[in-house]
T-cell receptor
Framework: KQEVTQIPAALSVPEGENLVLNCSFT??????LQWFRQDPGKGLTSLLL?????REQTSGRLNASLDKSSGRSTLYIAASQPGDSATYLC???????????FGSGTKLNVKP | GAVVSQHPSRVICKSGTSVKIECRSL??????MFWYRQFPKQSLMLMAT?????????EQGVEKDKFLINHASLTLSTLTVTSAHPEDSSFYIC????????????FGQGTRLTVV
């Protein structure tokens, strides 16, 4: 069974700092990997989707990489802002199409 | 990105009653919709997958008679929690997808259910 782990569980940084969130998965046979943001008591906002054939995707200050063979993905946030404070979740689509496995998330706090 | 609307955002009900949660894809047709449950400080757990016009596929350990899922159209899926108990209190989130390969999954805002 696919297991998804996110490290660290929580992270607090000063505004302006660049940071990296990590996601690892146990089975490299995935279709896609998707990063989400979740604000307290809210649903999920899709940030980036990386297909299994891709190595990275970029959107604004966000860059996500995927190393399928080693079972790892990173989400890089440049020049962090207080508005980036949220929980970041990664999810891999595996086993069969539409089957998502979620990590437990990294709670990010960006201090002004 | 595409918009998935979930309603209500919060609901409080008495034990033994049933509650219906709606999930709508507002600007696309969702061939497949998903229902997740999230416990405090934990990640999302998939409850069931539904395809328009067919019966939902439930994950192991999810009672299909308790959590009724209907996906009658390409833009609407409903989750009904029947005979609710306090242990059903949780955050429920729906997700929708067009069905095309390698497309993003979009999520609703979630519904906080409290059973008293």
């Amino acid at each position: 069974k696919q297991e998804v782990t996110q490290i660290p569980a929580a992270l607090s940084v000063p505004e302006g700092e660049n940071l990296v969130l990590n996601c690892s998965f146990t089975d490299s046979a995935i279709y896609n990997l998707q990063w989400f943001r979740q604000d307290p008591g809210k649903g999920l906002t899709s940030l980036l989707l990386i297909q299994s054939s891709q190595r990275e995707q970029t959107s604004g200050r966000l860059n996500a990489s995927l190393d399928k063979s080693s079972g790892r993905s990173t989400l890089y946030i440049a020049a962090s802002q207080p508005g980036d404070s949220a929980t970041y979740l990664c999810a891999v689509e595996a086993d069969n199409f539409n089957k998502f496995y979620f990590g437990s998330g990294t709670k990010l706090n960006v201090k002004p | 990105g595409a918009v998935v609307s979930q309603h209500p955002s919060r609901v409080i009900c008495k034990s033994g009653t049933s509650v219906k949660i709606e999930c709508r894809s507002l600007d696309f047709q969702a061939t497949t919709m998903f229902w997740y449950r999230q416990f405090p400080k934990q990640s999302l757990m998939l409850m069931a997958t539904s395809n328009e016009g067919s019966k939902a596929t439930y994950e192991q350990g999810v009672e299909k008679d308790k959590f009724l899922i209907n996906h009658a159209s390409l833009t609407l899926s409903t989750l009904t929690v029947t005979s609710a108990h306090p242990e059903d209190s949780s955050f429920y989130i729906c997700s929708a997808r067009t069905g095309a390969l390698n497309t993003e999954a979009f999520f609703g805002q979630g519904t906080r259910l409290t059973v008293v």
